[in-house]
T-cell receptor, first 111, second 113 residues
């Protein structure tokens, strides 16, 4: 069974810092990997989707990488802002009818 | 802009009530999902639907049922609400095929008292 781990569970950084969030998965036979953001008490917002054939995907200040062979993905956030404070989740699909989620990294950006 | 809309942000229901959570998507997606999210347990799949009137059980279907009479609408039903069903409920949708990008609604925080 696929297991998805996100370390650290929580992270605090001063505004302006660049940071990296980590996601590890045990079964490398994945179709894609998706990163989400979740604000307290709200739903999930899709940030980036990386297909298994890709190594990187970028959107604005966000860059996600995928290394299937090592079972890892990273989300790089450049020049962090207080508005980036949220929980970040990664998820990988299993078959066509489920997503395995990590437990998330709670990010706090201190002004 | 893609949109998944859940009918309520917050609900408070009494034990034993029948509860309906509604989800509507405007992207003509084939697949729709209901998850619940609990601290320390993450997101867990309750039910999945890949077409109108079609459904599959997820990891934790006990105490729940679903209905999909129209492609855009997927309902989660708590037949007799219990306090252990107090949770955040999240609806999602995707297009058909190898799992593509998932879009989520804003969530419904259900409290059963």
């Amino acid at each position: 069974k696929q297991e998805v781990t996100q370390i650290p569970a929580a992270l605090s950084v001063p505004e302006g810092e660049n940071l990296v969030l980590n996601c590890s998965f045990t079964d490398s036979a994945i179709y894609n990997l998706q990163w989400f953001r979740q604000d307290p008490g709200k739903g999930l917002t899709s940030l980036l989707l990386i297909q298994s054939s890709q190594r990187e995907q970028t959107s604005g200040r966000l860059n996600a990488s995928l290394d299937k062979s090592s079972g890892r993905s990273t989300l790089y956030i450049a020049a962090s802002q207080p508005g980036d404070s949220a929980t970040y989740l990664c998820a990988v699909p299993t078959g066509a009818n489920n997503l395995f989620f990590g437990t998330g990294t709670r990010l706090t950006v201190i002004p | 802009d893609v949109k998944v809309t859940q009918s309520s942000r917050y609900l408070v229901k009494r034990t034993g009530e029948k509860v309906f959570l509604e989800c509507v998507q405007d992207m003509d997606h084939e697949n729709m999902f209901w998850y619940r999210q609990d601290p320390g347990l993450g997101l867990r799949l309750i039910y999945f639907s890949y077409d109108v009137k079609m459904k599959e059980k997820g990891d934790i279907p006990e105490g729940y049922s679903v209905s999909r009479e129209k492609k855009e609408r997927f309902s989660l039903i708590l037949e007799s609400a219990s306090t252990n069903q107090t949770s955040m409920y999240l609806c999602a949708s995707t297009v058909e095929g190898i799992y593509t990008e998932a879009f989520f609604g804003q969530g419904t925080r259900l409290t059963v008292v």
